[in-house]
Structure formats: structure tokens, C-alpha cells
């Protein structure tokens, strides 16, 4: 297992004036000219704007919650919760191994490595709805494909923000391991998981936020959950269980935004 | 009956750069060796072939007729398991607890499913406390390991050591990092544990006293070769000057100062 200098593991910082470089006029001259094309081509205007305002006016009152609506949230929204839940427990323990496989300190080899760093480019080039609209189909429509997909968007997502993270972790204790005549899982376990701990719970609790959202999404393409509901609520115009439904998810995904948030604020 | 046997030990790094070139060397079983020399010489270069950190590019390093340097996998980390290192920096898990850091110096020996959960058998933890014990610091157990001064840090870094139950003891500059006070007492520590377990010691350092006082054997290092070898009366200041290739300085530390 290579344990990397530490006078070259870090990045060079970017050379001052840099920005400055990357703002002169060439750079302006093709913002300016993808805007035109943009606007041009999606047909991006204020008229049709102002006439989807109107409408929307006109939808926002009809939303006015129906309680009586609520019994049929629950179950939906229990099982949205437990697929970013089962999904962020299942993407981490899948993940884990993949990224301590892709990093130069806690590898097994170099092609190992390079097979291990592709699979998560392919995995992290992939978005989540995607997954699940290809998913929902092949594994009949229902929660199994929302926890499927989420969970390799958690792989994902988790091997993004910590592949730096385990790169970055003092060799040393992994140099008197190895010393020591420890293999490589016991370097892992001893030297590097008490070293990024704190890191990785926080990264985990961030990911599952975005699974609770993600999940109410998916279910939109047929992954389960209450995006399934919504999907019901908006193909039948019953605009009074949709204004219920919003509004229960809102304070739901808040209340679960401030645990997490809470929790990890305590951890570093 | 030599302990330790460099056969004409060579190693080239990846740069091309040659650190060490060709060592022949016998250490028997229990002896203090001390090996001083600029910075840059080799010394851990020299170190780091006894447990194969650094694998040389010809020749054989042996620990009592068992090749170090040709073992593999399984082989090599039980070989491992034997030799205990100590370093500059400590190298702790510093948001472990001691009793951790300690219980590391296990890992070549347990269970391969214990080790993995992190369970240790009560035998090992008993083992763990006693090495604290020795090196003066058994309350320290339960504390962080970077709540300890640099002393006791580098006592915990002998003691996970010593719970391999070593018979080779390598230390890498082990006080660079501490006071001359301090630097006094762990070595002093470290030599009395050598004297009561028989355990073969060889320590890289910098100071000149330290070494003439502690050493039963010095060797000296220059530009990857050694060009001294002998008891520490036998190396006189001239010695310490050839082997530096200047003048000692009122401090008696001829730590390079590139
Ligand atoms: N991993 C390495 N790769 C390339 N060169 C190295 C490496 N480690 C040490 N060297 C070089 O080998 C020479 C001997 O280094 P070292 O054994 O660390 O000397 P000492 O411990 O006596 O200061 C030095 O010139 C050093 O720059
Ligand atoms: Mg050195």
C-alpha cells in the first residue's frame, strides 16, 4: 500500500491573478453568446412567463389544502422516508469499500485503483432521476427501484466528497501499521476510519437529506413513495390533497434538514 | 550469533537516487546500535530495510536466518509482527484513545475476525496496560492521544511497540522532536526495556553525546555507506568529524542543516 509524500499530496493552490485571466473579454463574448442561442432556442419570453403566471395564480388557490387527505399521506410518506433511508445505509456500505478501492493511500494495486476510479466516474455522471426512470420499468415500478437508485446515487454522491477525504489522512499511522505487520483491511479499520469519522458521519447525514428529497422526486417516475401520490393527486386534478400533501413534505423535509443540520454542526 | 544480517544491501529509490550502497552488517541479539550521520546519509533508508518498508534493490536482509526481505504477504507481516518501530512524529492515530494507539501494535498477531471488529482478547488489553505501565504513563489509558505532550506521545508510540512483544526494537530519530530533557528520558526508557526483554535496538540519531552515552555500538553513515563501525569509545570527536565532514559545533548536534 502506497502512503503518499506528503510534501506532494496536496494540490498546487491556483496561481494568483487567475481569475483575473479567466474574466477578460473572450470569456465574456461567450457567456453572452450562449445566452443569445439559449434564449432563442428554448424560446425563453417574458409574454410566456406572464401567461404561466396567470395560470399559476389561478392553480396556487385551487390548492387549498384538504385535510381529509391526510390518512392517505402517511403510509406514501413513511415509505419515502424508509427508501432514502434503506438507500443511504445500503449506498454507504457499498460505497465505502469502492472508494477505499479507488485511493492511492488504501488501495490493493494501481489497476485495481483504476478500475475502482472508473466505476465511480461512470456512477457520479449518472443522474439520480435517470437511474430510477430506467429502474422503475426493469424492476416493476415501487419502492425497490427508488432504493436501488438512490443507492447508487449515494455511492456516488459519497464517493465525490470523500475520496479527497481519505486521500488527505495522515500517513503516518498507516506507515507504523504496516510496521506493525497489519493487513491492509486492519490499516483501514485502525488508521484510516478513526481519521475521517467525524467527516464521513457528516457527509452521510448531508446525503441522506438529499435522499429524503430525491426520494419524494423519484416516486414521480414511478419509484414508490409519495411522489407516486402526487403523480395520483395530479393526473386526477385533486388539487386539495396536493395542497395538503406540499405542505406536510415541506415541514417533514424541514424538520429532517434541521436534525441533520443540528447533528452535524456537533460533529466537527 | 548474529541477530540481524545485511548481505551487501543496496537500495535504489524510484528518482534513480542510490541511498544505500551495498551494507554488510551482523548485529547480535540485545545490542544498542546507534547509527549517526548527515542528513540525507541513509540512516533510514538503512532502518527501513529491517521491516521492508523500503524494499532493497539487491542483497538480503535476514532476522535470525529468515530472509526480511524476500518475504511476502502472510510471511512478511508475521515477520513484521516481530519487529517494533518507533518514528519522529509518533505516527499515533491521534483522535484514538491510547489504550487504542497501545492495542494497535496487536494487529500482526490477532484473530484475523477479531482484528477486523475491533475486538481484542482480554489478553491483549491486560498487555496493552502493563506496556503503558512501563513506559510511566498507565493513567493515560482512556485519554485522546493528541491531548498528550510530545514525551508522552512518543511513550505511547513504545508502548504500542512493545505490545508486539518485539525482538528487534527500530527507532527513526525518536527524540528529534523532543526537548533535550525529554529526549533523555525516553531514551533512557527505551534502553532500560531493551536491557530487560534482550530486545536488538537501532536507533538513528543526531546528538553526539546521546549517542556515545546510550550506544553500545555505533555505526556511521555517509552518503549510503557506512564508513564507521565501532563501540562508542572508539569514536572520538575526529570520528564524529569524518563522518560529518566538518567541525562539531558547541552544541555537539550535527543534525544537517540543509
Ligand atoms: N521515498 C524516497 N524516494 C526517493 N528518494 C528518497 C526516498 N526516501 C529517501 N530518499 C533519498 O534517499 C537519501 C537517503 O535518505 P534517508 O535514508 O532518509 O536519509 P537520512 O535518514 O539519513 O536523513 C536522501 O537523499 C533522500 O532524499
Ligand atoms: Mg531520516
Known sequence: ?268 | MSHITFSDVEVTYKTGLVALRGATLEIPRGQFVVIVGLSGAGKSTLIRTINNLVVPSRGDVAIDGRSVTKAKGQELRKLRSDIGMIFQTFNLVKRSSVLRNVLAGRLGAVQPLRGVLGLFPKTDVALAHDCLQRVGIPEKAFVRADTLSGGQQQRVGIARALAQEPSVMLADEPVASLDPPTSHAVLRDLKRIAREDGITTIVNLHFIDMAREYADRIIGMRDGLVVFDGTAAEATDAVFEAIYGRPIDEERDLRGRS
Not at chain 1, 445505509?89 to 492511492?104: C, E, H, K, R, V
Not at chain 1, 501499521?177 to 447525514?205: C, D, E, F, N
Open chain 1, 1 to 268: 500500500m502506497a502512503v503518499p509524500d506528503p510534501a506532494t499530496a496536496h494540490a498546487t493552490p491556483l496561481k494568483p491573478g487567475f481569475a483575473a485571466r479567466l474574466l477578460n473579454w473572450s470569456t465574456w463574448a461567450v457567456i453572452a453568446a450562449l445566452f443569445v442561442v439559449s434564449v432563442q432556442q428554448t424560446g425563453f419570453g417574458f409574454d410566456g412567463l406572464a401567461e404561466g403566471a396567470v395560470d399559476f395564480a389561478r392553480f396556487f388557490r385551487r390548492l387549498a389544502p384538504d385535510w381529509t387527505a391526510l390518512p392517505q399521506i402517511w403510509a406514501p410518506l413513511i415509505e419515502t422516508l424508509q427508501i432514502a433511508y434503506l438507500a443511504t445505509i445500503f449506498g454507504t456500505l457499498l460505497g465505502l469499500p469502492l472508494i477505499f478501492l479507488a485511493s492511492n493511500n488504501t488501495t490493493v494495486n494501481t489497476p485495481v485503483m483504476v478500475v475502482a476510479r472508473s466505476i465511480l466516474t461512470v456512477l457520479r455522471s449518472i443522474p439520480d432521476l435517470l437511474y430510477a426512470a430506467i429502474l422503475a420499468p426493469i424492476l416493476a415500478p415501487g419502492p425497490l427501484p427508488g432504493v436501488v437508485a438512490l443507492t447508487i446515487f449515494t455511492m456516488a454522491v459519497l464517493a465525490k466528497l470523500t475520496s479527497e477525504t481519505v486521500e488527505s489522512v495522515d500517513p503516518g499511522p498507516l506507515e507504523a501499521l504496516k510496521a506493525v505487520g497489519a493487513g491492509r483491511h486492519r490499516m483501514i479499520m485502525y488508521g484510516v476510519l478513526p481519521q475521517i469519522s467525524a467527516t464521513l458521519t457528516s457527509y452521510v447525514l448531508y446525503i441522506f437529506e438529499i435522499n429524503v428529497r430525491a426520494s419524494v422526486v423519484i416516486g414521480l417516475v414511478g419509484a414508490g413513495g409519495i411522489g407516486n401520490l402526487l403523480n395520483r393527486y395530479l393526473s386526477f386534478f385533486d388539487y386539495g390533497g396536493l395542497g395538503a400533501l406540499i405542505i406536510v413534505v415541506f415541514f417533514v423535509v424541514l424538520a429532517i434538514d434541521s436534525l441533520s443540520v443540528w447533528a452535524r454542526s456537533r460533529l466537527i
